[in-house]
């Protein structure tokens, strides 16, 4: 059986909760490189005003 594994390279802000504010977090990367695998938003419990957004690229490894 193979097993995948993979090493991630995770980048992470905090932000207000605002319109354009993804844009404006995608837009280095986005002219840096190649497309992230895994993109998350999210607003922290209780506070209405700020976000995290979260960005990985992952690069895969078999071992058989």
Same mark, same amino acid.
């Not at 980048?11 to 280095?28: C, H, K, T, Y």
């Not at 002219?31 to 998350?40: E, F, I, K, T």
């Given at each position: &059986?193979?097993?995948?594994?993979?090493? +991630?390279?995770?980048?992470?802000?905090?932000?207000?909760?605002? @319109?354009?504010?993804?844009?404006?977090?995608?837009? @280095? @990367?986005?002219?840096?490189?190649?497309?992230?695998?895994?993109? &998350?938003?999210?607003? !922290?419990?209780?506070?209405?005003?700020?976000?995290?957004?979260? +960005?990985?690229?992952?690069?895969?490894?078999? !071992?058989?």
């Amino acid at each position: &059986m193979a097993v995948s594994v993979k090493a +991630i390279k995770l980048w992470r802000s905090e932000v207000a909760n605002q @319109p354009g504010a993804l844009a404006r977090i995608l837009a @280095p @990367p986005a002219q840096a490189g190649p497309d992230p695998q895994v993109l &998350m938003s999210y607003r !922290f419990p209780g506070s209405e005003t700020r976000t995290a957004k979260t +960005i990985a690229h992952a690069r895969c490894t078999r !071992f058989y």
